[in-house]
């Protein structure tokens, strides 16, 4: 410790013995620190909200057993309760797709929580309807809502996506 020799110094001197003490504890400071800013960060830049607002989840057709129309595509699950890990068949006729058009996919995203993106491949069969089954990731919850949208993977459909949600329940 720096000797003290007038009062001149006394400011000197707790300076430096404030920071002395702040070095002793500077990681667990920083690691606080960093995490408090990249969690302000990830808030206010975004990503921390969900794909879409609220007034846009009107527009979101309810998957069930019920045949759920949007544009001129319908849409229906096997089943109307959806399991993680248990698959469901899903289907989707729509009628004005441009003949190449082979397959859809189907991508979805968790609205309570971030589970990364869920995508499906739906198969074109001879009757010209798309089928695949649709198997969703575990989850924590107990039941968790999936929205998301179906579009054409083909270079000529440049049509507008359906727009889907569904329910699952463990």
Request: some cysteine; hydrophobic content about 40%.
């Amino acid at each position: 410790m720096p000797k003290v020799v007038n009062s001149g110094n006394y400011f000197l001197y707790q300076r430096f013995v404030t920071m002395s003490q702040f070095k002793k504890w500077t990681p667990g400071v920083t690691v606080t620190l960093a995490a408090v800013i990249g969690w302000g960060a990830f808030q206010f830049s975004g990503s921390g909200q969900s794909l879409y607002t609220q007034s846009d989840l009107h527009d979101f057709c309810p998957l069930s057993t019920q045949v759920c129309q949007q544009q001129t595509a319908s849409v229906l699950l096997a089943t109307d309760v959806i399991r993680p890990m248990q698959e469901t068949e899903i289907r989707v006729n729509w009628p004005t797709l441009p003949a190449d058009t082979e397959t859809l996919v189907l991508s979805l995203k968790g609205h309570e929580m971030m589970m990364g993106i869920y995508q499906l491949h739906l198969s074109r069969n001879a009757a010209g309807e798309y089928s695949g089954q649709l198997m969703l990731p575990f989850c924590t919850e107990d039941e968790m809502t999936w929205r998301g949208e179906i579009t054409p993977q083909s270079a000529s459909a440049q049509m507008t996506p359906l727009h889907v949600s569904l329910r699952m329940i463990k």
